[in-house]
């Protein structure tokens, strides 16, 4: 989950020299069980914002038609069917076909931190904390209440294509899939690069946000403190403009993760340490990267938050993100210090 951070959309825009001053189109929905915000730039000169508020209604409707087949709060989307189809391989449709594919780089990026065959642990987690009943949108079977730790347990699958726009998906046997940790980044990137015609864009898919900052211009990215409603932990200036510390880079994403927003009790939360088949025993509340693309802020923030503050850093710092802050349960904040030439 990625709720701690949110678009700054209303940041003034940067004064451009020798081009057309932008103005700003906002628009809010809801999408994934949360909320979805679409902002962008607009030449002032070519302004259209009645264009720009129909582009925006209709990526959102994407959104929502991507998150459908990608839930596994619908029995009946394409997730959950697969994660029930006794076939193998078993055959999948493009959009489930591209986020699975995105989840295998995942794992193989963040050392099988980022593991999305975790469905039955935390299932687990979900029906004891609420005495044998799933938690809303869950699906408690007997399977799911009797799974314990499974760290050791080999868990194969692949993707491979298939023909007539179709993929296959080969697993061993017991493998359901749980996309809560990969989906929203890969949602929020994919709808980016629908928005290609406008300078700039944001799309704040809950909290996964994906950038492309126009030439010469800003945007500012909440990043939200979890122990005080409405207060930020630090706003990260992503600029276009002349020392900017993006070197030239217009395509960004910003993501959070934490331990604060599904909680089930004492210790129990929804990131699975696929290592011990449990809620990660960690000292890190919540962790905030800013990379490449929404997809890999995301599983770099999930895999931070499992790892621990100490590990976490290394991992984050040796994989080169651009930024990160960690909130520790002791209330320290910890930052990789090149994030602070983000920092406004």
């Not at 995942?106 to 099988?112: K, L, P, V």
């Given at each position: 989950m990625a709720a701690g951070t949110r678009a700054a959309a209303a940041a003034p825009p940067a004064a451009r020299a020798d081009s057309a001053p932008l103005v700003r189109s906002s628009h809010r929905g809801r999408a994934m069980g949360g909320r979805l915000g679409i902002h962008l730039a607009l030449d002032a000169a070519e302004g259209l914002p009645r264009r720009a508020r129909h582009d925006a209604v209709l990526v959102e409707r994407r959104v929502?038609?991507?998150?459908?087949?990608?839930?596994?709060?619908?029995?009946?989307?394409?997730?959950?069917?697969l994660n029930v189809d006794p076939r193998d391989p078993a055959p999948v449709g493009p959009t489930l076909a591209a986020?699975?594919?995105?989840?295998?780089?995942?794992?193989?990026?963040?050392?099988?931190?980022?593991d999305v065959t975790r469905l039955e642990e935390r299932l687990a987690v979900e029906t004891t904390a609420t005495g044998g009943h799933a938690a809303p949108g869950g699906h408690a079977d007997p399977v799911a209440a009797g799974a314990g730790p499974a760290g050791a347990d080999p868990r194969g699958?692949?993707?491979?294509?298939?023909?007539?726009r179709r993929a296959l998906v080969s697993r061993?046997?017991?493998?359901?899939?749980?996309?809560?940790?990969?989906?929203?980044?890969?949602?929020?990137?994919?709808?980016?690069?629908?928005?290609r015609r406008y300078p700039g864009a944001v799309v704040d898919a809950d909290g996964d946000v994906a950038v492309r900052v126009a030439p010469g211009d800003r945007w500012e990215v909440g990043v939200a403190d979890p122990r005080a409603e409405g207060a930020l932990?630090?706003?990260?200036?992503?600029?276009?403009?002349?020392?900017?510390?993006?070197?030239?880079?217009?395509?960004?994403?910003?993501?959070?993760?934490?331990?604060?927003?599904?909680?089930?009790?004492?210790?129990?939360?929804?990131?699975?340490?696929?290592?011990?088949?449990?809620?990660a025993a960690t000292d890190v509340v919540q962790a905030t990267v800013l990379a490449s693309g929404a997809a890999v802020a995301e599983a770099f923030?999930?895999?931070?938050?499992?790892?621990?503050?100490?590990?976490?850093?290394?991992?984050?710092?040796?994989?080169?993100?651009?930024?990160?802050?960690?909130?520790?349960?002791?209330?320290r904040v910890l930052a990789l210090p090149r994030t602070m030439e983000f920092l406004g």
């Open positions: 929502v038609a991507w998150a459908r087949i990608l839930t596994r709060h619908d029995p009946a989307s394409a997730l959950m069917r986020v699975l594919a995105w989840a295998a780089d995942a794992e193989a990026m963040t050392g099988g931190i980022v699958w692949r993707i491979a294509d298939g023909t007539r061993t046997d017991g493998v359901r899939f749980d996309l809560d940790g990969v989906a929203k980044g890969w949602l929020a990137d994919r709808a980016l690069r629908l928005l932990l630090a706003v990260l200036v992503l600029d276009d403009g002349p020392g900017s510390p993006g070197r030239g880079r217009r395509r960004w994403g910003v993501a959070t993760s934490g331990t604060t927003v599904h909680r089930f009790g004492r210790g129990a939360h929804h990131l699975i340490d696929p290592r011990t088949g449990r809620p923030a999930k895999t931070a938050v499992i790892l621990g503050s100490a590990a976490g850093l290394d991992f984050l710092d040796r994989a080169g993100v651009a930024g990160a802050i960690l909130l520790l349960e002791d209330d």
